[in-house]
């Protein structure tokens, strides 16, 4: 597999785990997004994966504490 395929698939697993969050997740993420100034149509790929990784930093950091373990089982 070249990097380039490697890198296509890893944006289709991050942008299409999405999808598989709960609702207090998205939520925080469609914030994040509007905070941007940008209709997600707008945003880079780029741009989105950043936001989807600084989502995962912050919930973790949030409901890891408080649960006592990681609460995103993927690593995006």
């Given at each position: 597999?070249?990097?380039?395929?490697?890198?296509?698939?890893?944006?289709?697993y991050?942008?299409?785990?999405?999808?598989?969050?709960?609702?207090?997740?998205?939520?925080?993420?469609?914030?994040?997004?509007?905070?941007?100034?940008?209709?997600?149509?707008?945003?880079?790929?780029?741009e989105?994966?950043?936001?989807?990784?600084?989502?995962?930093e912050?919930?973790?950091?949030?409901?890891?504490?408080?649960e006592g373990r990681?609460?995103?089982?993927?690593?995006?």
């Open positions: 597999m070249s990097q380039t395929e490697s890198d296509l698939s890893d944006v289709g991050e942008v299409g785990a999405v999808a598989e969050t709960n609702p207090h997740w998205l939520a925080g993420l469609a914030r994040l997004v509007e905070a941007t100034g940008k209709s997600v149509n707008e945003l880079t790929i780029g989105l994966r950043s936001l989807i990784q600084q989502r995962a912050t919930y973790n950091r949030i409901y890891a504490d408080f990681g609460a995103m089982s993927c690593q995006m």
